[in-house]
């Protein structure tokens, strides 16, 4: 019984210290900045392509909460059926490891936010590129 007490005792402890790696390594999602542009070209603030753009933004961020697959690409308007459709895309690369939903989710929240700040307001399109994601957006279609 010596021996199966030592080899429980050792399957726990091995077990604690996979989860503790599961774990780092769901934070560890590297968002330094890589590259980046910004559309010189802006939208008045009363442009219907406004919100089509904050929409587009929000579900880039959002969707890879909902949808397994995280590379793809988005197409929403102002919702009144005009011409003003937001064209948008992302990719992720942490999809190696089956905790690449949380991971990709963190990064893309990470990327909308640094896209705001590294753009001025109004921009008809931008992109960002971090180590493990990316996020683009525009008034035409690019894919």
């Known amino acids: 019984m010596g021996s199966f ?8 402890t ?11 390594a769901a ?10 542009w910004c559309n010189e070209e802006e939208y008045a603030t009363a442009d219907p392509y406004a ?23 988005l197409v929403v308007d102002d919702g009144g059926g005009g011409p003003s459709p937001c064209y948008g895309s992302r990719t992720c690369s942490c999809t190696n490891d089956w905790l690449y939903v949380p991971r990709c989710q963190s990064c893309f929240v990470e ?19 971090l180590k493990d994601c990316s996020v683009r957006y525009e008034n035409v279609c690019f894919f």
Do not use: W
Request: net charge neutral; with cysteine; aromatic share 4%.
């Open 14 to 24: 091995a077990t604690s210290v996979l989860l503790l790696c599961l774990l780092s």
């Open 27 to 36: 934070a560890a999602v590297d968002t330094s900045y890589e590259s980046g």
């Open 111 to 129: 990327a909308v936010k640094q896209l705001r700040s590294r753009c001025r307001p109004h921009r008809i399109g931008a992109q960002i590129a």
């Open 5 to 12: 007490v030592g080899a429980r005792a050792a399957t726990t």
């Open 51 to 73: 919100r089509s753009v904050e929409d587009m933004l929000a579900d880039l961020q959002e969707i890879a909460e909902f949808f397994p697959v995280i590379n793809g690409t």
